[in-house]
């Protein structure tokens, strides 16, 4: 590795925006931002304010990066535009029209600040279901101009500090200290292999938290580049270190974002001297059509664990989105009910859904979403999180996440090439966590 560390992170739920001496500072590039409108592209919405009454519009935002050499995640803003079409349809929420703006930020800190500056221009009452790693860039314009951050994917510790951010998922902490746990029995040594930047300097901490937690050693910490085309010598070094454990088969623990594809195939490559070996990883560092691409049932991922923030795929509970992807989004191929982004944007605008139809016949704004958030309503998603309540005196404060109200993570695992759950029910990590050495 060079003395110089990158500082753009590919990780699906890596913590991010905290330096290690300061935990802050603003990452910068230059890029072109690409908007796009449900309504009439990329200009002003005809007729769609951020205070609405009666039954005017009601505007919000969704974005996410896409077409870009990093992570992408184009189903997001897809499914909030499909989700717009099917709400309009069936008469709006409460009987004011959705208008869905969307945005490109495409992983880069000036696009993401262009973003949620023209969510403040347009009145959006409220962002909703969203990716960016750039939270030190587009947080301080929502927060000045009080617009809630609702539903983002949990990629930064700020989602989990702002008082204007309502997460519904537990983000990368919840997934890492879950995940540990869950190998605290049933591997012998553990390698994690994590980007080289300061958002993957968060990683080891919290897996350490849940292998600890079950009486398990620490983790070796091995550092890669996040935008290597090949890893055949992390590979190679983490097989050697697993391959001379004693007792149970060591395991590897790839946390690469996209690049998380690129390692298994080195991985397989190396692995044939190491049977035993197994690998387990985060769902956004792998879904089912990486494990189909690697080899399926013969391919490195059988037997790894994998933990999501969500029931599997095939719950029931699940059977509204695909309805919604079955009615307005068929064909589409970046919207996938099993893709981790998609499924965390169809919970976020179950919230806005809540929110508004609380307010009833009155004003629909960034002032009112708010205090309804803040005003203690509790808001159900049909089983697919535990109900969310979001207070500043939540059991995970006192670690340094007020905003984390759902740290339950499900355990799945790849059996005969299919992602499938490995236990009925999940696994709330709030213990683990408050044990996390994450200061």
């Known amino acids: 590795m060079t003395g110089r560390r990158p500082t753009r992170s590919t990780l699906p739920g890596g913590l991010r925006g905290r330096s290690r001496a300061t935990r802050t500072g603003v990452l910068s590039a230059g890029a072109l931002v690409a908007c796009a409108s449900l309504a009439v592209g990329c200009g002003v919405v005809p007729g769609a304010t951020g205070g609405s009454g009666g039954d005017a519009p009601i505007t919000v935002m969704t974005w996410a990066p896409q077409d870009t050499g990093a992570t992408n995640k184009p189903g997001m803003p897809a499914l909030a535009q499909a989700y717009a079409r099917w709400v309009n349809s069936q008469g709006g929420l409460g009987g004011r029209k959705l208008n869905v703006l969307t945005c490109n930020d495409h992983n880069d800190s000036v696009a993401a600040a262009k973003c949620a500056r023209r969510a403040v221009k347009e009145n959006a009452v409220a962002v909703v279901g969203s990716y960016s790693q750039y939270a030190d860039s587009f947080f301080p314009v929502l927060e000045g101009a009080r617009i809630p951050y609702i539903g983002g994917y949990g990629l930064t510790n700020t989602e989990f500090t702002s008082?204007?951010?309502?997460?519904?998922?537990?983000?990368?902490p919840a997934l890492l200290a879950g995940l540990g746990s869950a190998l605290a029995d049933s591997c012998g040594p553990v390698t994690l292999v994590r980007p080289d930047t300061i958002a993957g300097d968060q990683l080891p901490v919290l897996l350490d938290s849940g292998l600890t937690s079950g009486g398990h050693e620490r983790a070796h910490d091995q550092r890669a580049a996040e935008d290597a085309t090949s890893y055949d010598d992390q590979s190679g070094r983490a097989l050697a270190r697993e391959g001379t454990g004693q007792g149970e088969p060591g395991c590897?623990?790839?946390?690469?974002?996209?690049?998380?594809?690129?390692f298994m195939d080195s991985f397989r490559r190396a692995s044939e001297d190491h049977p035993d070996v197994r690998t387990a990883t985060v769902l956004g560092s792998v879904d089912q059509t990486t494990i189909n691409a690697s080899g399926g049932a013969s391919g490195p991922y059988e037997g790894a664990y994998v933990t999501g923030w969500y029931p599997s795929v095939g719950d029931p509970a699940w059977d509204g989105l695909k309805q919604l992807i079955k009615e307005q989004a068929f064909g589409n191929n970046d919207v996938d009910a099993a893709d981790a982004g998609v499924q965390t944007t169809w919970i976020a605008y179950t919230v806005l859904k809540e929110v508004v139809e609380s307010l009833g016949d009155g004003e629909v704004s960034a002032d009112t979403?708010?205090?309804?958030?803040?005003?203690?309503?509790?808001?159900?998603?049909g089983g697919l999180t535990p109900d969310l309540r979001w207070t500043f005196a939540d059991k995970l404060a006192s670690v340094g996440f007020p905003r984390l109200v759902n740290a339950d993570v499900t355990l799945q695992v790849v059996r005969d090439g299919r992602l499938v759950s490995a236990r009925k029910g999940a696994v709330d990590t709030t213990r683990t966590l408050q044990n996390a050495d994450v200061a």
């Open 163 to 172: 008082p204007l951010s309502y997460p519904v998922n537990g983000g990368q």
């Open 252 to 262: 590897v623990v790839p946390v690469l974002g996209d690049r998380t594809g690129t």
């Open 369 to 381: 979403v708010r205090r309804a958030l803040d005003g203690g309503l509790e808001v159900t998603t």
